[in-house]
């Protein structure tokens, strides 16, 4: 099966199908039931017209705050996902991977920050080197995970943060994988 557009990823995502993830909400009033404590993540699922990219805004406090400011640029309401804010302070390697008939593909940041703007000096690297890269900064399981998703998306993008502790909802994982896409 084909991941073509990010709806479709964040699907497979919200049910666990990428494995490890942060407590994540796939509407505003179903974060504002939940009464969480501290900063979240707003993504946006649909097409932006915003020069630069999709709608989104990291250590958001003040959600509908946001998806108003959205929605007046020409966002739809309903196409908003909230996570909670991940540890960048945390972070070992983030990136993206991908293995198709070159083999293992790897850009990647050591940087601590937003992967958009680390990945604005990323690295790249093939092969084996690719695949010992990871393998050094992640859990066994979160690595284990990585080449599962290999297998089952092939040609797909495996994009991922990579933590010095465990995190998430998955037991004994260091990696959060936020997409695995072919768009």
Known sequence: MDILTKKESFILFEKGLFGNKLK?????????????????????????????????????????????????????????????????????????ITHDYNGYQLFYSLEKGKMRDCLKNGISVTGLQAKIIIQHYMFPNSFNDIIELIELYPNHVIEFSTYNHAIGDCHNRNTVIWEVRKY
């Open 24 to 96: 994540t909400w796939s509407s505003v009033n179903d974060y504002n039931e939940s009464k969480h404590v501290g900063s979240v993540t707003v993504r946006y699922l649909g097409k932006s017209n915003v020069l630069g990219g999709a709608y989104c805004k990291y250590n958001v406090t003040d959600v509908d705050s946001v998806i108003n400011e959205f929605a007046k640029l020409g966002a739809d309401r309903n196409l908003f996902i909230i996570n909670e804010s991940a540890p960048d302070d945390n972070l070992l390697i983030q990136g993206e």
